[in-house]
């Protein structure tokens, strides 16, 4: 028999959408639940009495009341940016041409990638994020970096090069060949090995000319189980370079349709800014968005409308968009994306919000039969939430009416000290 791990405590479960259906109908919290692990994998969910008398020898932790969650699945990030997050006072592109351009320079040493890597995977595994979807540089060994260090650690990872040829620095240019060739070899080095997936990564229109956006559009082609992951409709100025760039695009989203970089696999960044013909197209094909509500203030992007996407039955996933996002933290950004959602008069339930972060970005990457749930079969990559972590949160918990009220002022006021422990691929980490 293969060793056998039994979690106990206050469990989360989905069985649908709390975002186009009703949540205290699609979500529930057992409060005497487990979580029975082996070989990697969540071998079986129920009652913690029942799974006790079932599994004897299995080896018990026993978390009382925190809540065992599943892993937090961050879907849109910059790995390179971590040591420039919270930098002062810019929009969009100064953002760029000011931080982020020479910061990733900097990742051209081989050496200070694996250390940026390696730094940002245990930053974000303290605060209970067992998935990422990460953009890198243009540099090949800096995809190389973020997949070694996710593998060395056992976590589900999905990362690309980034490419861009054009309006960006010497040193941070490639060509529409290169950026071929590249992301070719790092396919074929990388999709599907291990807990480890490929994302087709074109920064963004601005910086990638018509013939390397046709170049990956090829690439996707030829590769079509890979995602496609990119920006959209971030902010006003940018759709604007966007229309004098390609002044012949219907909008920002045609810029990527036209060279076959729009499907049921592509995942677009922010999409704040859109036009109806560009969330018909979002609706009918299938391609997801990430919300990234954090660096959607911490930069003056905007107000996403989850409500109105959700209602077009986009797939929608939840990112801190590490650097320009302002935290690590999947709690900090799940009070951001209430905080919008209050702006705009649709605030999210604390239940809307853990699907968001966990089984809501998972199946915007595609990966819903790996991750994102408390089930029978998928991996066992699972955080455990301590609901009374500090006293301010303490005091709010002991006020409340009943379990989501105390989800809820963790949500808010929660950070790295609620996160009791975190099991990836099975192992609880060190």
């Not at 989905?14 to 186009?20: C, D, E, K």
């Not at 605060?127 to 090949?140: D, L």
């Not at 000319?209 to 082609?221: E, M, N, P, V, Y």
Request: with cysteine; proline share 5%.
């Amino acid at each position: 028999m293969k060793n056998q791990a039994l979690l106990l405590g206050q469990t989360l479960h989905f069985n649908g959408n709390p975002l186009t259906d009703s949540w205290n109908e699609t979500v529930h919290i057992d409060n005497a639940g487990g979580v029975l692990i082996e070989g990697g994998h969540i071998a079986a969910v129920g009652p913690a009495a029942t799974l006790r008398a079932a599994h004897p020898r299995a080896q018990v932790t026993d978390y009382g009341d925190a809540l065992i969650c599943p892993g937090f699945v961050d879907a849109h990030v910059h790995y390179p940016q971590t040591a420039i997050i919270a930098s002062w006072g810019k929009r969009l592109i100064d953002w760029l041409n000011l931080y982020t351009f020479p910061e990733e320079m900097r990742l051209s040493d081989p050496a200070y990638a694996a250390d940026i890597a390696g730094r940002y995977l245990d930053l974000t595994l303290d605060h209970g994020t067992t998935t990422v979807c990460s953009y890198a540089t243009i540099a090949p060994h800096s995809v190389d970096a973020i997949f070694n260090a996710a593998a060395s650690r056992g976590q589900r990872i999905v990362a690309g090069k980034t490419c861009m040829d054009r309006n960006a620095p010497d040193g941070l240019r490639d060509t529409a060949q290169t950026a071929y060739d590249d992301s070719k070899a790092l396919i074929d080095r990388w999709h599907g090995k291990g807990r480890a997936s490929y994302a087709i990564t074109p920064r963004f229109t601005p910086t990638s000319s018509t013939d390397q956006l046709a170049a990956l559009g090829a690439l996707w082609g030829e590769n079509p189980d890979c995602l496609m992951q990119t920006h959209l409709s971030e902010q006003v100025d940018e759709i604007a370079w966007v229309r004098d760039l390609v002044p012949h695009a219907r909008d920002y989203l045609d810029t990527y349709e036209e060279h076959g970089l729009l499907g049921p696999r592509a995942v677009f960044g922010h999409a704040i800014h859109m036009t109806p013909r560009e969330i018909d197209r979002l609706s009918e094909t299938g391609a997801a968005v990430v919300h990234c509500p954090t660096s959607n203030t911490f930069i003056g992007s905007g107000l996403f409308d989850m409500a109105g996407l959700a209602a077009r039955h986009i797939p929608i996933g939840l990112a801190t968009d590490t650097g320009g996002g302002s935290s690590f933290s999947m709690l900090r950004t799940m009070a951001a994306a209430y905080e919008i959602g209050q702006l705009r008069g649709t605030p999210l339930h604390a239940a809307q919000l853990m699907w968001l972060a966990t089984a809501g970005s998972a199946r915007s990457l595609h990966l819903q039969d790996n991750i994102g749930a408390l089930q029978t079969g998928l991996e066992a990559d699972i955080t455990i939430l301590d609901l009374a972590s500090t006293p301010a949160i303490t005091q709010r918990a002991t006020t409340a009416e009943d379990i989501w009220d105390k989800v809820f002022a963790t949500i808010m006021m929660g950070d790295d000290r609620a996160i009791t422990d975190v099991w990836v691929n099975g192992q609880k980490r060190p």
